[in-house]
Each structure stands twice: as structure tokens, then as C-alpha cells.
């Protein structure tokens, strides 16, 4: 997926992402969206670890927004922007979850003023050129506040069960993966302090009674996602 590409993949799958989506995650007995609330009560635990509570945030890479509820109803957000590089992703989430507080636009459409608490990206970068993942980056550093933060979830190469799920649903079978080491120096290039790693997801739904061990284990490159939470600096040095 480019960051540039005005008729990105992702138009094709717009209208059955979900569908896309579930074949692989069926290997999981899991749906989209138990991983999509796992993934922010993850999140919502950390923030609060940090004592923030994010009144504004940015889905960056948002498809057709089915996230949207959960940053409102788990996360405690005000106001939420989803970006795309896809138009008909966009329109989609225009359709299902488009209202005042909850806007979206296309990447190129999205003029950023630095005014944002939080940037959440969910599985976007693996499909972002690896020339262009710089540029990325700086749309979503230029979006945020100085000492707001960014939450970078990524699929985890180590994970075996991962690949085989990627290699099981149409848009990802071609991916670049990003091991957790080469995102963290992204990151850093990109002019942010990281401040966290964590593996998630390790045990499938045949294993679920085991979930409770995952907090402990969280450290181990074992969990099918990883997330690196980052902050940007509140000031640089001239």
C-alpha cells in the first residue's frame, strides 16, 4: 500500500474487508473485532499507566472504520480522525461511522496541525513500501502535540501462527512483515522516544483459559501482535 497511490489495493476490499479479513483470522476461532477490543484494552491499560487519558486521536490507516466505536467506548476519546489512503475505505467509514466527532479523510486529503493526543496504527506499515514508511511516520509526527503519543501495533514475524494467518487473507499475503527491532529504529529516525514493547495475543481461542498469563508474558516475542507505544518529544535540541 502507498502512501501516494490514488488507486491503493484496498478499494477492491473495502466493501468485504471483514470478509477478507475472516479467513485467516478463522484460524485464530476468533473475529476481527475480539482483536480489535483486545487490542485497545491493551492500550487502555498502559495509558493509564501513564496517567493519560487522550481526549483526541488519529486512526491512522483507519480501512473502513471499524474501530471506531471502541476508541470512543474503551479509550474515552472526544474526538477521532481516521486516515486512508483508500477512498473507498474512507467512504465506507463515512457511511457506517461518519458524524461530528468521528471524521475521515484520505491521507493526501489531511492537512496536519500538530494538534493531537494519540495516533493509533493497527497492521498499516507491513503494507506501506519500506522507501515510503519514512514519509508516513512524518504525517503522523506532524499530527501530534508535542508529548503526545503513539501506539504502533504491528504482526509479528516471530509468530508462526501469524504468518500462516497473513498467508490466508488476500491483502496480506504479500506484505513486508516489520520485526519489532526495525520498527523501534523507524520510530527513533522518525523523532520519537520509545517507551514500551509488548507481545500480545499469544494463546488461541482452543487455548483461551490460558489468556490470563498473557500480562506476565508480555515481554517474550511470543503474542501474534506486538505493540511499541512511543511518545513524541516535547521539545528538540538545535
Same mark, same amino acid.
Given at each position: 500500500?502507498?502512501t501516494?497511490?490514488?488507486?491503493?489495493?484496498? %478499494?477492491?476490499?473495502?466493501?468485504?474487508?471483514?470478509?477478507?479479513?475472516?479467513?485467516?483470522?478463522?484460524?485464530?476461532?476468533?473475529?476481527? %473485532?475480539?482483536?480489535?477490543?483486545? *487490542?485497545? $484494552?491493551?492500550?487502555?491499560?498502559?495509558?493509564? =499507566?501513564?496517567?493519560e487519558?487522550?481526549?483526541s486521536?488519529?486512526?491512522? !490507516?483507519?480501512?473502513? !472504520? !471499524?474501530?471506531?466505536?471502541? &476508541? &470512543?467506548?474503551?479509550?474515552?476519546?472526544?474526538?477521532?480522525v @481516521?486516515?486512508?489512503?483508500? !477512498?473507498?475505505?474512507?467512504?465506507?467509514?463515512?457511511?457506517? &461511522?461518519?458524524s461530528?466527532v468521528?471524521r475521515?479523510?484520505?491521507?493526501?486529503d489531511?492537512?496536519?496541525?500538530?494538534?493531537?493526543?494519540?495516533?493509533?496504527?493497527?497492521?498499516? &506499515? $507491513?503494507?506501506i /513500501? /519500506?522507501?515510503?514508511? /519514512? @514519509?508516513?511516520?512524518? =504525517?503522523?509526527h506532524?499530527a501530534?502535540?508535542?508529548s503526545?503519543? +503513539?501506539?504502533?501495533?504491528?504482526?509479528?514475524?516471530w509468530?508462526?501462527?501469524?504468518?500462516?494467518?497473513?498467508?490466508?487473507?488476500?491483502?496480506?499475503?504479500?506484505a513486508?512483515m516489520?520485526?519489532?527491532? $526495525?520498527? *523501534?529504529?523507524?520510530?527513533?529516525?522518525?523523532?520519537?522516544k520509545?517507551?514500551?514493547?509488548?507481545?500480545?495475543?499469544?494463546?488461541?481461542?482452543?487455548?483461551r483459559? +490460558?489468556? /490470563? +498469563?498473557?500480562?506476565?508474558?508480555?515481554?517474550?516475542?511470543?503474542? @501474534? =501482535?506486538?505493540?511499541?507505544?512511543?511518545?513524541?518529544?516535547?521539545?528538540?535540541?538545535?
Amino acid at each position: 500500500m502507498s502512501t501516494t497511490d490514488t488507486s491503493p489495493e484496498f %478499494d477492491v476490499f473495502a466493501k468485504d474487508y471483514d470478509t477478507a479479513l475472516g479467513q485467516g483470522l478463522a484460524l485464530a476461532g476468533e473475529d476481527r %473485532d475480539y482483536f480489535a477490543r483486545g *487490542r485497545m $484494552h491493551w492500550l487502555a491499560r498502559r495509558l493509564a =499507566q501513564l496517567d493519560e487519558s487522550p481526549d483526541s486521536a488519529l486512526d491512522f !490507516g483507519c480501512g473502513p !472504520g !471499524g474501530a471506531t466505536p471502541h &476508541f &470512543f467506548d474503551i479509550l474515552g476519546v472526544e474526538q477521532l480522525v @481516521g486516515l486512508d489512503v483508500s !477512498g473507498e475505505s474512507i467512504a465506507e467509514a463515512v457511511r457506517a &461511522f461518519g458524524s461530528p466527532v468521528a471524521r475521515f479523510f484520505r491521507n493526501a486529503d489531511y492537512a496536519a496541525v500538530g494538534d493531537v493526543d494519540l495516533v493509533f496504527t493497527n497492521g498499516v &506499515f $507491513h503494507h506501506i /513500501p /519500506p522507501a515510503e514508511r /519514512p @514519509g508516513a511516520l512524518k =504525517q503522523i509526527h506532524d499530527a501530534l502535540r508535542p508529548s503526545a503519543l +503513539l501506539a504502533f501495533w504491528e504482526n509479528n514475524p516471530w509468530n508462526p501462527g501469524t504468518r500462516l494467518i497473513m498467508s490466508r487473507i488476500p491483502f496480506d499475503r504479500d506484505a513486508q512483515m516489520l520485526w519489532p527491532c $526495525h520498527a *523501534r529504529n523507524l520510530l527513533r529516525a522518525a523523532g520519537f522516544k520509545i517507551l514500551s514493547t509488548d507481545f500480545a495475543f499469544i494463546f488461541p481461542h482452543a487455548l483461551r483459559w +490460558l489468556r /490470563p +498469563l498473557e500480562r506476565r508474558l508480555c515481554k517474550l516475542p511470543l503474542g @501474534g =501482535q506486538y505493540l511499541i507505544l512511543a511518545r513524541k518529544p516535547s521539545s528538540y535540541r538545535v
